[in-house]
């Protein structure tokens, strides 16, 4: 049984560009979320994607944004590229149709800006 | 916005030694996680706690939620190298919205 799958594992960019990130939830779940973990630092709350809709939003600008397809994958997009963006992208997922157990996280994407 | 204040940042302990960590929070949660990190890695659920007062046990790990609903505290009896990681706590409520993460505890296991 597949756990969350991320791809890439690794992405160097340059200031002003973009990118985007990649999740396959773990098989059986619907729920998708992304959080920003900077070195050191707890993971943040990006969004979560739900029945293809975004329903909730930590505090990123709109220069983050997100997709969830009929298969539940997701993506994340980041447009004009900060240094600040450097971090590593986790993807979380669960099920809506039973209780929450807690998430289940891939092993994330280590985004570099340069 | 909401915060947890997780403690202590870091730890240094000889194997075979107790550790308690805690996190507390000035909102209420419905649902106290606990998660460890290994280098290189996603966060890896520990505990998952769901009702105040609620004591539950994984192993030599034991966590509780605080009767306030503002707490929770994570203990790791007779520490192994292995435990060496970053301890999460994490705040959550009904339907998996929003889970809110402490800033870690760094745990160190000289053996």
Known sequence: DAGVTQSPTHLIKTRGQQVTLRCSPK????TVSWYQQALGQGPQFIFQYY????????NFPDRFSGHQFPNYS??????????GDSALYLCASNSQESSFRGYTFGSGTRLTVV | GQQLNQSPQSMFIQEGE?????CTSSSIFNTWL???QDPG???????????AGELTSNGRLTAQFGITRKDSFLNISASIPSDVGIYFCAGGNTGGFKTIFGAGTRLFVKA
């Open chain 1, 74 to 83: 997701s993506e994340l997009n980041v447009n004009a590229l900060l240094l």
């Open chain 2, 34 to 36: 606990w998660y460890k």
């Open chain 1, 51 to 58: 029945e293809e809709e975004e329903r909730q939003r930590g």
């Open chain 1, 27 to 30: 098989s059986g779940h619907d």
């Open chain 2, 18 to 22: 107790d550790v308690s960590m805690n």
């Open chain 2, 41 to 51: 890695e996603g966060p890896v659920l520990l505990i998952a706690l769901y009702k």
